[in-house]
């Protein structure tokens, strides 16, 4: 096991993570006006914003699951959906009270789908992956013949 593959060094990275979108998220609404007027061309940008951190936050999730293997992996990936979720509602409540701040459920629906992506990918780099070893097999039962 490589030092990469200790599920500690996942958790603390997705721990911290979770804290980068609590600071992002405590942010007064005029404080984030540079990083608005950044990307004011992009439309629905708020919701590419927050896909793309639940995207990297489940990520990180899903590997410290993946490492622990606690359960089977549709648990894993109920799981890593749910810890999004969870940790997205959270976030939007506790955004509820910042000043000029506002909770939004199109947010939280955003912030479950960067999970969702992140769990799709991790399926079918799994079947990516198991499909050379069923092709070597065929292969090989071709040739005993």
Known sequence: MTKLDRAWIWAILALGWMAFIYALSDQPAGALDDANDLVSWLPLASVVVHVALYFILSVLVLRTFVLLRPVTEGLIAYSTIFVA??????????QSGVAGRASEAIDVVADVSGAVLVVVFWFFIKRYRARPAKNADLLSDDLSD
Do not use: P
């Open 85 to 94: 979720l969870v940790y997205g509602v959270l976030d939007e409540f506790h």
